[in-house]
């Protein structure tokens, strides 16, 4: 690929300053950008910003010191960027009918942080989906703040269908009275129930503290059903299905506001990521777009089609297919296991990750729609991926010979358009 055609080296006023100082460093990018370009990202967490998010997140707000919230800030000279992070609060208010938003959170997991301290005591016990099952390592994970800090107990899915075992939420709730409950995955393909949630965290006093870091995008669209009614909190990242830069946020009702914005700033961060914020501006706004939604849509509609095709290829699709962005699946029936699929798909140019599988202890894989849906494929490229990535783990075609396909296939579908 030639190097001068490259969108960042376009950018003269930018990427050129950094070609000139520091090619060292730039070629980084180039080769990052060029890996991009001819692989398919099938990674479910990940997707392509446009242009004016990225050039929110390269502008000059990446400069400004401004700890506080807009008006009431530590720092001088913070009257542009107050502008800035009041309308990114506004925006994401109006797109999601929260009457409280917190746009500081770095990313996810330093959302669900100020969650728990806005609402938890160390000691207090939280039920949340189990990490075999789907948590994220902010759902009690030992490794994690969250697990060391909190007493998690962990709900789980059934082991034939994958399906949430609600009963089993509504007997756990019952014995052991949690302070909060925790819904929402890593990796959970239908969506959530969350009246249900409600219900019984109304029945145990416990908060109801949705982790909407997946599915919000798909929220923001039209497309899923959301958090925001039933959940006291809800947690979420921005580069998801959303489309926006790395970062978190927090909806909540005003009653919360307060405890909210004190455990993000001052309680677990301090200066705001203005620059980030701008981008989140910029992220709400085309989420509010008809085009949007109609994209929200789209990525169902092939996470639906590829989880059929994967299916019919002989994949065991955890659930029997998706309501969502993601998908699980048991590579097995094809003589593979998740970890070493992962590896051969990565080498045929196939980028996925491996998850937990409700049942046993093999890895299955975990992929997700929203990325390639942005590239602008449709469901007849599902099928098409669906066939190649089968196709490499039966051994059918070599790693070079993928790779090739991919490329051919990614022709009309450039990430970076000029
Ligand atoms: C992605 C995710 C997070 C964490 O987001 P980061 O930005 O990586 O910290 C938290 N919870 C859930 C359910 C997620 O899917």
């Known amino acids: 690929m030639s190097v001068t055609h490259d969108i960042l080296e376009a950018d003269d006023?930018?990427?050129?300053?950094?070609?000139?100082?520091?090619?060292?460093?730039?070629?980084?990018?180039?080769?990052?950008?060029?890996?991009?370009?001819?692989?398919?990202?099938?990674i479910a967490a990940e997707n392509f910003t446009s242009r004016a998010v990225l050039a929110a997140l390269g502008s000059p707000l990446a400069n400004k010191y401004a700890e506080g919230y807009p008006g009431a800030r530590h720092h001088g000279g913070c009257e542009i960027v107050d502008v800035a992070e009041r309308l990114a609060v506004e925006r994401a208010r109006e797109l999601f009918g929260a009457e409280h938003v917190n746009v500081q959170s770095h990313s996810g997991s330093s959302a669900v942080l100020a969650a728990y301290a806005a609402l938890l005591r160390p000691g207090d016990t939280v039920l949340a989906l189990g990490l075999p099952y789907g948590g994220h390592l902010t759902h009690g994970s030992p490794a994690n703040f969250s697990g060391r800090w909190f007493a998690f107990v962990g709900y789980g899915v059934d082991a034939e269908t994958g399906l949430i075992d609600y009963d089993q939420v509504r007997t756990l709730a019952r014995t052991h009275r949690p302070k909060a409950i925790v819904c929402g995955s890593i990796a959970y393909p239908r969506h959530l129930d969350y009246a249900f949630f409600r219900d019984v965290a109304d029945e145990v006093g416990a908060y109801l503290v949705a982790d909407a870091a997946h599915p919000i995008g798909l929220v923001a669209g039209g497309a899923a059903p959301s958090p925001v009614p039933y959940a006291d909190v809800v947690c979420a990242t921005t580069h998801k299905v959303l489309r926006g830069p790395r970062g978190g946020m927090i909806l909540c009702g005003g009653e919360l506001a307060e405890r909210v914005d004190r455990a993000v700033f001052p309680f677990t961060q301090g200066g705001a990521q203005m620059h980030t914020i701008a981008a989140k501006a910029v992220a709400f706004g085309e989420a509010a777009t008809p085009a949007y939604a109609a994209y929200a849509h789209q990525v169902i509609a092939n996470a639906r089609t590829l989880a059929a095709h994967l299916a019919a290829e002989g994949l065991v699709v955890t659930t029997g297919g998706t309501d969502t962005h993601l998908i699980t699946a048991d590579p097995a029936p094809l003589g593979v296991d998740g970890k070493s699929a992962r590896g051969r798909l990565a080498a045929a140019g196939i980028v996925l990750d491996c998850c937990a599988l409700p049942h046993g202890d093999a890895r299955g894989l975990r992929l997700g729609t929203a990325a390639?849906?942005?590239?602008?494929?449709?469901?007849?490229?599902?099928?098409?991926?669906?066939?190649?990535l089968a196709e490499v783990l039966r051994g059918g075609t070599d790693a070079a010979a993928a790779r090739e396909d991919v490329r051919d296939l990614l022709v009309e579908f450039p990430p970076y358009p000029d």
């Open 13 to 42: 006023s930018l990427f050129g300053s950094l070609l000139r100082q520091d090619p060292e460093l730039a070629e980084i990018l180039l080769a990052e950008r060029r890996r991009q370009s001819t692989t398919l990202q099938l």
């Open 372 to 388: 390639l849906t942005t590239q602008g494929m449709g469901e007849r490229e599902m099928r098409a991926v669906a066939t190649l």
